[in-house]
């Protein structure tokens, strides 16, 4: 962060549910960013951030062996191409959707994207000390104990293990603020 409050580089996160989309409008209206010195193009940035999962996770599944004796570690290379394909137009429109908000406040400019594949809370964490970040923001989909359980928290693991202040909007905050 520079001496003036104003950040360099903010990390949002986005996965394409409302909550995460609400993190990204709530950082583009209360977060400001570095102006580029006069000598300088360091201007700050938001920088969109989404994690993909493997195909393999993608799917769930992993194709069975074949009946009567086939062999079991086949890979169906069309099968995995057909997935990737499905999941970057996921992205794709992931990202249309989060440039479509930051249009609206004209930072079009101010505004980079990246895409990663993986476990989404070790990559978000990779990310934030990769790109320098000074803050990361995030949606919480606020899931049960149950399903937290199960699913685990990305943004509980990414408030303990990122290298950079972790701001994690949730959906009441957003209500409360509009009220």
Request: aromatic residues 8%; proline residues 8%.
């Given at each position: 962060m520079s001496k003036s409050g104003k950040l360099g580089c903010v990390v949002v996160a986005v996965d394409g549910s409302e909550e995460s989309m609400n993190s990204l409008r709530w950082a583009l209206e209360n977060l400001k960013l570095r102006s580029p010195?006069?000598?300088?193009?360091?201007?700050?940035?938001?920088?969109?951030?989404?994690?993909?999962?493997?195909p393999s996770i993608a799917t769930g599944?992993?194709?069975?062996?074949?009946?009567?004796?086939?062999?079991?570690?086949?890979?169906?290379?069309?099968?995995?191409?057909?997935i990737e394909a499905h999941q970057k137009r996921i992205t794709d429109v992931i990202l249309d959707h989060a440039?479509?908000?930051?249009?609206?406040?004209n930072l079009t400019g101010k505004v980079k994207t990246h895409v990663v594949v993986g476990d989404p809370k070790?990559?978000?964490?990779?990310?934030?000390?990769?790109?320098?970040?000074d803050?990361?923001?995030?949606?919480?989909?606020?899931?049960?104990?149950?399903?937290?359980?199960f699913l685990g928290s990305v943004s509980n693991y990414c408030a303990h293990h990122a290298q950079c202040p972790v701001i994690i909007i949730k959906?009441?905050?957003?209500?409360?603020?509009?009220?």
């Open positions: 010195a006069p000598d300088s193009t360091d201007a700050g940035c938001f920088v969109i951030f989404h994690v993909q999962s493997p599944l992993n194709p069975g062996a074949i009946p009567f004796g086939g062999p079991t570690d086949l890979e169906v290379p069309a099968f995995a191409a057909a440039l479509g908000i930051c249009s609206q406040f070790e990559k978000i964490c990779e990310a934030v000390q990769d790109l320098h970040a803050v990361l923001v995030m949606g919480s989909r606020a899931f049960g104990p149950i399903k937290r359980m959906e009441k905050d957003i209500v409360n603020k509009r009220e």
